[in-house]
T-cell receptor
Framework: KQEVTQIPAALSVPEGENLVLNCSFT??????LQWFRQDPGKGLTSLLL?????REQTSGRLNASLDKSSGRSTLYIAASQPGDSATYLC?????????FGKGTSLLVTP | DTGVSQDPRHKITKRGQNVTFRCDPI?????LYWYRQTLGQGPEFLTY????????KSRLLSDRFSAERPKGSFSTLEIQRTEQGDSAMYLC????????????FGPGTRLTVT
């Protein structure tokens, strides 16, 4: 079974801090790596998609990197805000199915 | 709003009843996926369609589950003889082949089996 692990499981930071969320996967043969945000009781919002030929993607205060050889991806959030509070999920694309980690629950306090 | 819609948003049913959920993908997307998410877990893949063809089914999709996409547009997921263990959020996503493969998710249907 392909496994995706996210560390830490939960994180609480004061507003303004830069932070890094980690994702590791057991099979380096991936198509894409996708990061999502999920608010409580809601669906998933796609944040960034890194194709297998790419090493990183940026959108606003978010930057995601991908290292296939080590089976790792990181999501960097700059200058965190209370509105960033949510669960962040990474997902490895096997070619059709996304394999998800359990997520990192982020709380940004004012 | 991602453009993927699901109906209903919430469903409460008694054990043993049948339920059906609907998903409308982004109109030009030819791939449609179903996932299930339980509390504290990431979503788990159930099945996917390319146009009207169901191409993959997870072993999680027991015989009580059936999915259809009759005209390659909307899809339905039916659960027969519901069990308490079926209580979960059912998520639908869509994507476009030939593109980067980004999947866009709907808001989900929350099923509670009492």
């Amino acid at each position: 079974k392909q496994e995706v692990t996210q560390i830490p499981a939960a994180l609480s930071v004061p507003e303004g801090e830069n932070l890094v969320l980690n994702c590791s996967f057991t099979d380096s043969a991936i198509y894409n790596l996708q990061w999502f945000r999920q608010d409580p009781g809601k669906g998933l919002t796609s944040l960034l998609l890194i194709q297998s030929s790419q090493r990183e993607q940026t959108s606003g205060r978010l930057n995601a990197s991908l290292d296939k050889s080590s089976g790792r991806s990181t999501l960097y959030i700059a200058a965190s805000q209370p509105g960033d509070s949510a669960t962040y999920l990474c997902a490895r694309d096997s070619g059709y199915a996304l394999n998800f980690g359990k997520g990192t629950s982020l709380l940004v306090t004012p | 709003d991602t453009g993927v819609s699901q109906d209903p948003r919430h469903k409460i049913t008694k054990r043993g009843q049948n339920v059906t959920f609907r998903c409308d993908p982004i109109s030009e997307h030819n791939r449609l996926y179903w996932y299930r998410q339980t509390l504290g877990q990431g979503p788990e893949f159930l099945t996917y369609f390319q146009n009207e063809a169901q191409l993959e089914k997870s072993r999680l999709l027991s015989d009580r589950f059936s999915a259809e996409r009759p005209k390659g547009s909307f899809s339905t997921l039916e659960i027969q003889r519901t069990e308490q263990g079926d209580s979960a959020m059912y998520l639908c996503a869509s994507s476009l082949t030939g593109g980067p493969g980004e999947q866009y998710f709907g808001p989900g249907t929350r099923l509670t089996v009492t």
